[in-house]
């Protein structure tokens, strides 16, 4: 597998994040070659178009140029009522009004973990439809979804279900497949 950076975004400021968790897990189980880091980025405000209008921002800009940077990016966000968190939506909308917007041809993976049933799953498909707007080459599949999280973490953070940890391990093998073959290799 060829040298690949991956950009890790969390949709959750929270400390103790399982979605922060689900990330690290991933940077544990990449295919040799790939290295992930996590952005942080919550020094972002919230979107306003005067503050925009008096100059973008530099942590949106930070961020922007991150994931420019980047050869790829994985997404981990939990559902907040059955949608997309707001700190992630907010983020985004920033990024979009960048000149030059970095999600455009940027290979993408979701990942959720979340308390509920579902995963987190109506938060991603609705970050699918925010990504196809931006022209992100989101990944159909494998799709990650750690449903009723809490008992596949340990009192650390670690994510320890072993069928959860496969299934991350099979995105990241599967995103280095996606983005050698968008980047033409
Ligand atoms: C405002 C809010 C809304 C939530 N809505 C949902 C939801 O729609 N579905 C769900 O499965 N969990 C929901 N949860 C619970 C989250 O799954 C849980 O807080 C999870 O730990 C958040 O991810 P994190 O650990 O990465 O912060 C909600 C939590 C908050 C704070």
């Known amino acids: 597998m060829a040298n690949r950076t991956i950009l890790g975004i969390c949709g959750s400021l929270r400390s103790k ?9 991933a940077g544990e189980v990449l295919p040799e070659g790939m ?31 991150e994931i420019r940077s980047a050869d790829a990016l994985v997404i981990a966000s939990p559902e907040y009522n059955f949608s997309i968190s707001g700190v992630l939506k907010n983020a985004i909308d920033w990024l979009s009004r960048v000149p030059d917007q970095p999600f455009k041809d940027k290979p993408v993976a979701l990942m ?16 699918r439809k925010i990504l196809g707007c931006l022209e992100a080459l989101v990944m159909p599949k494998p799709e990650v979804f750690i449903n009723l999280c809490q008992p596949k973490f340990d009192a650390d953070g670690r994510l320890v279900d ?10 990241m093998q599967a995103l280095g497949r996606w983005t050698g073959r968008l980047l033409g290799e």
């Open 35 to 65: 290295t992930l880091r996590i952005a942080d980025y919550r020094q972002i405000p919230l979107y306003d178009h005067d503050l925009e209008s008096s100059g973008m921002p530099s942590a949106v800009l930070q961020l922007a140029q």
């Open 112 to 127: 959720s973990a979340s308390l509920g049933p579902v995963g987190g799953a109506r938060h991603q498909y609705e970050v």
């Open 17 to 25: 994040s399982y979605n922060r968790s689900a990330l690290q897990a």
């Open 162 to 171: 072993a069928a959860a940890r496969k299934a991350v391990a099979d995105q």
